[in-house]
């Protein structure tokens, strides 16, 4: 079974448009990580969120935890088509005996 | 342009070939990693070093085997691999066991 999953797997959006991503955990967070992954390349480090509540906007990028820290969201407003890629969410499980994990990822596609 | 340099970029070898892949990061980081990552899959953790020791090994096989010469590189040697290890290699690295990981541009590695 997967600790984190991502919804949706998949998204294609027209330029313009705000999209949301979401990542749930079963298990408390103490460390929420959002990355970016064009294909065949390196991630690239968006966000960090470690509170409850916690909230983090770089350009048109927004990431929150929710209060319980299981559930991350990242929204995208006005998407542009150097918005597409894949979107991953990580977390570190050291706490519950297991080491950095990430979700499935979301593939996004922008249409111009 | 990543701050963490993986060489080489492709690597095609045999299944008796011995090989290493590189990795160098200057940003005084402490904490190294070395994923894999399948096709449409996520990455997935293979090895930590923390203060140049060995901190992590998720049962990877011993065809793989990690080195840390000092703090700024980090090397897997390769030695009779399979095809199935035919994968994108991610190199990160962070300012210790905590915080963001940051990756470089892997090597894509293909086994005959």
């Known amino acids: 079974s997967q600790e984190l999953e991502q919804s949706p797997q998949s998204l294609i959006v027209q330029e313009g448009k705000n999209l949301t991503i979401n990542c749930t955990s079963s298990?408390?967070?103490?460390?929420l990580y959002w990355y970016k992954q064009k294909y065949g390349e390196g991630l690239i480090f968006l966000m960090m969120?470690?509170?409850?509540?916690e909230e983090k906007s770089h350009e048109k990028i927004t990431a929150k935890l929710d209060e319980k820290k299981q559930q991350s969201s990242l929204h995208i407003t006005a998407s542009q088509p150097s918005h597409a890629g894949i979107y991953l969410c990580?977390?570190?499980?050291?706490?519950?005996?297991?080491?950095?994990?990430f979700g499935p990822g979301t593939r996004l596609s922008v249409l111009p | 342009d990543t701050e963490v340099t993986q060489t080489p970029k492709h690597l095609v070898m045999g299944m008796t070939n011995k090989k290493s892949l590189k990795c160098e990061q200057h940003?005084?980081?402490?904490?190294m990693y070395w994923y894999k990552q399948k096709a449409k899959k996520p990455p997935e953790l293979m090895f930590v070093?923390?203060?140049?020791?060995?901190?992590i090994n998720e049962s990877v096989p011993s065809r793989f085997s990690p080195e840390c010469p000092n703090s700024s590189l980090l090397n897997l040697h390769l030695h009779a691999l399979q095809p199935e290890d035919s994968a994108l290699y991610l190199c990160?690295?962070?300012?210790?066991?905590?915080?963001?990981?940051?990756f470089g541009d892997g090597t894509r590695l293909s086994i005959l």
């Open positions: 990160a690295s962070s300012r210790d066991r905590e915080g963001p990981q940051h």
């Open positions: 298990k408390t967070l103490y460390g």
């Open positions: 969120l470690q509170k409850g509540g």
């Open positions: 990580g977390a570190d499980f050291r706490n519950y005996g297991q080491n950095f994990v």
């Open positions: 940003m005084g980081h402490r904490a």
């Open positions: 070093y923390s203060y140049e020791k060995l901190s």
